[in-house]
């Protein structure tokens, strides 16, 4: 079965200081990563998956397959990126089905 | 961007009844949803796979008698708590994939349940 760990619970840094949330990955087969994002009072929404290798909101992740890591970073982060980060796996076998890590909580001070 | 609503967005029950929430799709069709169940500061964890027209898929230890599943139409699911105990008040999420080039999954803004 897959699994997703974010060792991470809290991640506390200063307002233009680098962030990187760290995500890991065990599956034998070739998944799909994701990372999602929930603002406050707000609902879980995608924020990046490996497959578009893109940038959205300065974020960029890259799927490092020897390491079976997937880590979120930003070279200098805003108070507004303070949140919770789910990093999320899609099996390559299971349909649309996500198995998510536990969530990292950003908070960037001013 | 695609639209899932959940009803209701929070609910207080009594021990020993039935909770039914509601997920749908507003703009776009869905043959799978899945639910999920969030404790407080934890992960979301998925209960079942909601699949329209036939049985949901649930996953292990979660029983299928006490949360009944059913996918009624291609825009609705509906999740029901049968015979609620308090350890079964949580956060219930659910999301469905919208089909295209990668099938992004949307969320709902999620339903607390509370039972004392």
């Known amino acids: 079965a897959q699994r997703v760990t974010q060792p991470e619970k809290l991640l506390s840094v200063f307002k233009g200081a680098p962030v990187e949330l760290k995500c890991n990955y065990s599956?034998?087969?070739?998944?799909?990563l994701f990372w999602y994002v929930q603002y406050s009072r707000q609902r879980l929404q995608l924020l990046l998956r490996?497959?578009s290798r893109e940038s959205i909101k300065g974020f960029t992740a890259d799927l490092n397959k020897g390491e079976t890591s997937f880590h979120l970073k930003k070279p200098f982060a805003q108070e507004e990126d303070s949140a919770m980060y789910y990093c999320?796996?899609?099996?390559?076998?299971?349909?649309?089905?996500?198995?998510f890590g536990g969530g990292t909580r950003l908070m960037v001070k001013p | 961007g695609a639209v899932v609503s959940q009803h209701p967005s929070w609910v207080i029950c009594k021990s020993g009844t039935s909770v039914k929430i509601e997920c749908r799709s507003l703009d776009f069709q869905a043959t799978t949803m899945f639910w999920y169940r969030q404790f407080p500061k934890q992960s979301l964890m998925l209960m079942a796979t909601?699949?329209?027209?036939?049985?949901?898929?649930?996953e292990q230890g979660v029983e299928k008698d006490k949360f009944l599943i059913n996918h009624a139409s291609l825009t609705l699911s509906t999740l029901t708590v049968t015979s609620a105990h308090p350890e079964d008040s949580s956060f219930y999420i659910c999301s469905a994939p919208r089909a295209g080039s990668y099938n992004e999954q949307f969320f709902g803004p999620g339903t607390r349940l509370t039972v004392l």
């Open positions: 599956y034998s087969g070739s998944p799909e």
């Open positions: 999320a796996l899609k099996p390559s076998n299971a349909g649309n089905m996500l198995t």
């Open positions: 909601s699949n329209e027209g036939s049985k949901a898929t649930y």
């Open positions: 490996h497959i």
